[in-house]
Protein backbone atom coordinates (compact mmCIF):
# COMPACT_ATOMS: atom_id res chain seq x y z
CA UNK A 1 0.00 0.00 0.00
CA UNK A 2 1.38 3.67 -1.18
CA UNK A 3 1.76 5.67 1.70
CA UNK A 4 2.55 9.40 1.56
CA UNK A 5 4.73 11.31 4.34
CA UNK A 6 5.50 15.12 4.19
CA UNK A 7 8.16 16.69 6.46
CA UNK A 8 8.21 19.17 8.11
CA UNK A 9 4.26 19.55 8.90
CA UNK A 10 4.82 23.05 9.60
CA UNK A 11 7.67 26.00 8.95
CA UNK A 12 7.63 29.55 9.94
CA UNK A 13 10.66 31.02 7.71
CA UNK A 14 11.24 35.01 7.02
CA UNK A 15 10.22 36.93 3.91
CA UNK A 16 12.93 36.19 1.37
CA UNK A 17 14.31 32.87 2.72
CA UNK A 18 14.99 29.71 0.33
CA UNK A 19 13.23 27.01 1.80
CA UNK A 20 12.69 22.83 1.08
CA UNK A 21 9.86 20.98 1.36
CA UNK A 22 10.18 16.99 1.38
CA UNK A 23 8.24 14.25 0.46
CA UNK A 24 8.53 10.80 0.67
CA UNK A 25 6.65 7.60 -0.60
CA UNK A 26 6.93 3.94 -0.05
CA UNK A 27 6.38 2.56 -3.07
CA UNK A 28 8.71 3.63 -5.93
CA UNK A 29 5.96 2.24 -9.09
CA UNK A 30 4.46 5.67 -9.72
CA UNK A 31 3.02 7.29 -12.97
CA UNK A 32 3.56 10.68 -11.42
CA UNK A 33 4.23 13.32 -9.05
CA UNK A 34 2.07 16.02 -8.29
CA UNK A 35 2.76 19.18 -5.64
CA UNK A 36 -0.38 21.44 -4.47
CA UNK A 37 -0.84 24.37 -2.82
CA UNK A 38 -3.92 24.80 -0.35
CA UNK A 39 -5.12 27.97 1.03
CA UNK A 40 -7.59 27.62 4.22
CA UNK A 41 -10.84 26.48 2.94
CA UNK A 42 -10.31 26.62 -0.52
CA UNK A 43 -9.30 23.43 -2.99
CA UNK A 44 -6.19 22.44 -4.47
CA UNK A 45 -4.34 24.33 -7.22
CA UNK A 46 -1.48 22.21 -9.10
CA UNK A 47 1.92 23.47 -9.08
CA UNK A 48 3.69 21.07 -10.68
CA UNK A 49 3.95 17.77 -12.18
CA UNK A 50 6.09 15.61 -12.50
CA UNK A 51 6.35 12.02 -14.47
CA UNK A 52 7.80 9.37 -13.41
CA UNK A 53 10.55 9.49 -16.68
CA UNK A 54 11.72 13.54 -15.67
CA UNK A 55 13.82 14.07 -12.54
CA UNK A 56 12.55 17.90 -12.00
CA UNK A 57 10.32 20.39 -12.95
CA UNK A 58 9.93 24.18 -12.56
CA UNK A 59 7.95 27.15 -12.65
CA UNK A 60 8.78 30.20 -11.91
CA UNK A 61 10.55 30.34 -7.99
CA UNK A 62 9.03 26.95 -7.85
CA UNK A 63 11.21 23.98 -8.38
CA UNK A 64 10.17 20.30 -7.47
CA UNK A 65 12.89 17.27 -8.13
CA UNK A 66 12.15 13.16 -8.06
CA UNK A 67 14.55 10.50 -7.17
CA UNK A 68 11.86 7.02 -7.91
CA UNK A 69 14.35 4.78 -6.63
CA UNK A 70 15.04 6.56 -3.38
CA UNK A 71 11.15 7.30 -3.03
CA UNK A 72 11.96 11.09 -2.39
CA UNK A 73 10.74 14.69 -4.13
CA UNK A 74 11.65 17.61 -2.68
CA UNK A 75 9.41 21.20 -3.68
CA UNK A 76 12.25 24.54 -3.26
CA UNK A 77 10.85 27.78 -3.38
CA UNK A 78 13.30 30.55 -3.93
CA UNK A 79 13.16 34.13 -2.37
CA UNK A 80 9.74 33.07 -0.44
CA UNK A 81 7.25 35.68 -0.24
CA UNK A 82 4.33 36.42 2.02
CA UNK A 83 1.67 35.32 -0.40
CA UNK A 84 3.38 32.00 -0.52
CA UNK A 85 1.93 31.35 3.09
CA UNK A 86 -0.50 28.05 2.67
CA UNK A 87 -0.41 23.93 2.61
CA UNK A 88 1.54 22.20 0.07
CA UNK A 89 0.30 18.82 -0.47
CA UNK A 90 2.38 16.51 -2.56
CA UNK A 91 0.78 13.48 -4.33
CA UNK A 92 1.38 10.19 -5.69
CA UNK A 93 -0.06 8.77 -8.93
CA UNK A 94 0.11 4.98 -8.78
CA UNK A 95 0.79 3.10 -11.43
CA UNK A 96 -2.47 1.68 -12.67
CA UNK A 97 -4.43 0.03 -15.06
CA UNK A 98 -7.54 2.13 -14.32
CA UNK A 99 -7.72 4.85 -13.32
CA UNK A 100 -4.96 6.89 -11.65
CA UNK A 101 -6.15 7.44 -7.97
CA UNK A 102 -3.98 10.11 -6.03
CA UNK A 103 -2.52 9.66 -2.59
CA UNK A 104 -1.78 12.53 -0.84
CA UNK A 105 0.71 13.35 2.09
CA UNK A 106 -0.95 15.34 5.30
CA UNK A 107 0.87 18.52 4.04
CA UNK A 108 3.16 21.09 5.06
CA UNK A 109 2.07 24.19 6.45
CA UNK A 110 4.18 27.13 5.53
CA UNK A 111 4.04 30.62 7.08
CA UNK A 112 6.18 33.25 5.65
CA UNK A 113 6.68 36.26 7.68
CA UNK A 114 7.01 39.74 6.40
CA UNK B 1 -13.85 30.53 -15.93
CA UNK B 2 -13.59 26.62 -17.49
CA UNK B 3 -12.36 24.66 -14.09
CA UNK B 4 -13.98 22.36 -12.25
CA UNK B 5 -16.81 23.76 -10.59
CA UNK B 6 -18.62 22.38 -7.01
CA UNK B 7 -22.07 23.20 -5.56
CA UNK B 8 -22.80 24.18 -3.17
CA UNK B 9 -19.81 25.40 -1.68
CA UNK B 10 -20.79 25.17 1.91
CA UNK B 11 -23.92 22.80 3.53
CA UNK B 12 -24.48 22.41 7.12
CA UNK B 13 -27.00 19.84 7.66
CA UNK B 14 -28.26 18.03 11.25
CA UNK B 15 -27.60 14.35 11.51
CA UNK B 16 -29.42 12.20 9.88
CA UNK B 17 -30.74 14.20 6.78
CA UNK B 18 -29.67 13.33 3.29
CA UNK B 19 -27.13 16.11 1.14
CA UNK B 20 -26.52 16.05 -2.61
CA UNK B 21 -23.22 17.52 -3.69
CA UNK B 22 -22.68 18.46 -7.41
CA UNK B 23 -19.72 18.60 -9.81
CA UNK B 24 -19.11 19.86 -13.17
CA UNK B 25 -15.68 18.93 -14.55
CA UNK B 26 -13.42 20.93 -16.99
CA UNK B 27 -15.13 19.47 -20.70
CA UNK B 28 -14.09 16.86 -22.75
CA UNK B 29 -12.11 15.52 -18.99
CA UNK B 30 -13.48 12.12 -19.34
CA UNK B 31 -12.32 11.43 -16.11
CA UNK B 32 -13.62 12.52 -12.92
CA UNK B 33 -12.78 11.90 -9.10
CA UNK B 34 -14.29 12.36 -5.33
CA UNK B 35 -12.19 12.97 -2.79
CA UNK B 36 -12.76 13.57 0.83
CA UNK B 37 -10.47 16.05 3.33
CA UNK B 38 -10.37 16.18 7.00
CA UNK B 39 -9.02 18.68 9.15
CA UNK B 40 -5.00 18.62 9.08
CA UNK B 41 -5.31 15.44 6.66
CA UNK B 42 -4.68 15.41 2.88
CA UNK B 43 -7.56 14.13 0.79
CA UNK B 44 -8.32 10.66 0.44
CA UNK B 45 -9.84 8.73 -2.68
CA UNK B 46 -13.45 8.29 -2.81
CA UNK B 47 -14.70 6.82 -5.72
CA UNK B 48 -13.67 7.18 -9.61
CA UNK B 49 -15.69 7.44 -12.95
CA UNK B 50 -14.56 7.43 -16.82
CA UNK B 51 -17.51 8.55 -18.57
CA UNK B 52 -20.23 7.13 -17.17
CA UNK B 53 -19.18 4.00 -15.34
CA UNK B 54 -17.76 4.32 -12.00
CA UNK B 55 -15.15 2.17 -12.04
CA UNK B 56 -13.56 1.94 -8.77
CA UNK B 57 -14.89 2.70 -4.98
CA UNK B 58 -12.67 3.77 -1.64
CA UNK B 59 -13.84 1.00 1.09
CA UNK B 60 -14.05 4.69 2.52
CA UNK B 61 -17.68 4.57 0.08
CA UNK B 62 -19.77 3.07 2.79
CA UNK B 63 -23.46 2.26 2.20
CA UNK B 64 -25.23 5.63 2.57
CA UNK B 65 -22.73 6.89 0.17
CA UNK B 66 -23.89 7.02 -3.66
CA UNK B 67 -22.35 8.90 -6.55
CA UNK B 68 -23.36 8.92 -10.22
CA UNK B 69 -22.16 10.25 -13.64
CA UNK B 70 -25.21 10.30 -15.79
CA UNK B 71 -24.13 11.06 -19.52
CA UNK B 72 -20.43 11.23 -18.46
CA UNK B 73 -20.98 14.99 -17.77
CA UNK B 74 -21.31 16.33 -14.21
CA UNK B 75 -21.67 13.60 -11.19
CA UNK B 76 -23.54 14.21 -8.01
CA UNK B 77 -22.47 12.83 -4.28
CA UNK B 78 -24.90 11.67 -2.05
CA UNK B 79 -25.04 11.12 1.26
CA UNK B 80 -27.70 9.61 3.32
CA UNK B 81 -28.35 9.68 6.87
CA UNK B 82 -25.57 11.78 7.61
CA UNK B 83 -23.49 11.20 10.63
CA UNK B 84 -21.17 14.16 12.26
CA UNK B 85 -18.63 11.86 11.14
CA UNK B 86 -18.93 12.89 7.53
CA UNK B 87 -17.99 16.35 8.35
CA UNK B 88 -15.19 17.18 5.66
CA UNK B 89 -14.15 18.76 2.31
CA UNK B 90 -15.47 17.19 -0.16
CA UNK B 91 -13.15 17.75 -3.54
CA UNK B 92 -14.28 16.85 -7.22
CA UNK B 93 -11.17 16.26 -9.59
CA UNK B 94 -10.85 15.96 -13.60
CA UNK B 95 -8.54 15.01 -15.93
CA UNK B 96 -8.13 13.65 -19.38
CA UNK B 97 -7.24 10.05 -19.85
CA UNK B 98 -4.29 10.46 -22.31
CA UNK B 99 -0.75 12.48 -21.23
CA UNK B 100 -0.04 12.87 -18.14
CA UNK B 101 -3.24 12.83 -16.28
CA UNK B 102 -2.97 15.67 -14.53
CA UNK B 103 -5.43 16.30 -12.09
CA UNK B 104 -7.58 19.64 -11.67
CA UNK B 105 -9.45 19.98 -9.04
CA UNK B 106 -12.75 22.52 -7.78
CA UNK B 107 -12.90 24.62 -4.80
CA UNK B 108 -14.57 21.60 -2.76
CA UNK B 109 -17.93 21.43 -0.88
CA UNK B 110 -17.40 21.63 3.09
CA UNK B 111 -20.05 19.86 4.93
CA UNK B 112 -20.80 20.55 8.84
CA UNK B 113 -23.35 17.97 10.38
CA UNK B 114 -24.30 19.04 13.31
Known amino acids: KQEVTQIPAALSVPEGENLVLNCSFT??????LQWFRQDPGKGLTSLLL?????REQTSGRLNASLDKSSGRSTLYIAASQPGDSATYLC?????????????FGAGTILRVKS | DTGVSQNPRHKITKRGQNVTFRCDPI?????LYWYRQTLGQGPEFLTY????????KSRLLSDRFSAERPKGSFSTLEIQRTEQGDSAMYLCASSLPRGNNEQFFGPGTRLTVL
Open chain 1, 91 to 103: AVDPYMEYGNKLV
Open chain 1, 50 to 54: IQSSQ
Open chain 1, 27 to 32: DSAIYN
Open chain 2, 49 to 56: FQNEAQLE
Open chain 2, 27 to 31: SEHNR
